[in-house]
Structure formats: structure tokens, C-alpha cells
């Protein structure tokens, strides 16, 4: 029994560990995952297992890993839902990038991404030009918002139990 609690410790510290390095490091890591971002938290996925295990690679440690790191996940998002100051500083703020058709450069430096790749999320979302775009803004999840004059709102409707969308203005 000692060694499986040494095996939810052990679990809570990598977790923490990867959070703080994860938050660190930067938003853009989330949402917009190249192949050389999914083959580095592949790696650290792998290099970290060992950490939280150790020698006991039986049944019963992969499931005191598992159950730990469920209930540690489910602690936080309680406690990031109760707490502004919590969820502020792990998640951060929103970041505004583009307002009415002007790049903020300097937020683009602190959240380390290249006008080409918010060029690439203002096309991801039907707007050819930095300079049709009303709003660009980097969320706490690392999307990239985009509003623009042509924005469109999609009302959805039921009729007769169906939902039709309907493009409005």
C-alpha cells in the first residue's frame, strides 16, 4: 500500500510539473498543434511515466497513476472555476493581436507568434487581410478569435424538431 502512495505522489508532482511547464511555455502550445508539438508531448508523455510509477510498473500503480491524475484534474478545473485569481494565473488573459485592421506586434512577440501564423488563423476564418479584421484575439485556451465586418452570426432554429441555420447579418 506504501508504494502505491508513493505512486500518487509521485503522479501529483509530475501533474503539477507539467502544468506550470505547459503555462509557462505558452498558449500557443494548446491549440494549434504543429507535428513537431504533438511528437514533443508524445516524448514528454513518455519520459515522465517512469517518474511517476518508478519500478512499479504493475496493474494496480498504472491505476493509482490514472485515478490521480483524474481526480487532480477534476480538483483544478474546480478550483479554476471558483477562483478568478487562480484561473488568471495558470490560464492567463486574453490577448488582443489584431484591432480594426492594425497588428499589435508587441503582443504578437510576448505570445511568440509570427505574422504568419495569425495570417494563417485570419484565413481559417474567411477573412483575407489583416486589414478586414475588426478583432483578433488570442484566448486563454490558445484559439485565435477572429471578428470581422463580414462576420456572420449563425441563429439556430427548430422547426418541427430539426434544426435549420440560418445565416444572419
Do not use: C, W
Not at 485569481?85 to 486574453?94: A, H, I, K
Not at 485556451?141 to 452570426?153: A, E, K, M, T
Request: aromatic share 6%.
Amino acid at each position: 500500500m506504501n508504494d502505491l502512495l508513493n505512486v500518487a505522489i509521485r503522479s501529483s508532482v509530475v501533474y503539477i510539473f507539467v502544468i506550470l511547464a505547459i503555462r509557462l511555455f505558452g498558449k500557443k502550445e494548446l491549440a494549434q498543434l504543429s507535428v513537431i508539438d504533438l511528437v514533443f508531448i508524445l516524448l514528454i508523455s513518455n519520459s515522465v511515466q517512469n517518474a511517476m510509477v518508478g519500478n512499479n510498473t504493475s496493474l494496480p500503480a498504472g491505476i493509482v497513476a490514472a485515478v490521480t491524475l483524474f481526480a487532480l484534474n477534476y480538483v483544478l478545473k474546480l478550483l479554476l472555476f471558483k477562483s478568478k485569481r487562480l484561473n488568471t494565473l495558470l490560464q492567463g488573459n486574453p490577448l488582443m493581436l489584431i484591432y480594426k485592421g492594425s497588428v499589435m506586434t508587441p503582443h504578437l512577440e510576448q505570445a511568440k507568434i509570427t505574422e504568419a501564423e495569425l495570417h494563417a488563423a485570419v484565413r481559417e476564418h474567411g477573412v483575407e487581410a489583416f486589414k478586414d479584421v475588426d478583432l483578433a484575439v488570442l484566448e486563454v485556451d490558445g484559439n485565435i478569435s477572429v471578428l470581422s465586418q463580414n462576420f456572420q452570426r449563425k441563429t439556430v432554429r427548430k422547426i418541427r424538431g430539426h434544426k435549420i441555420i440560418a445565416k444572419t447579418s
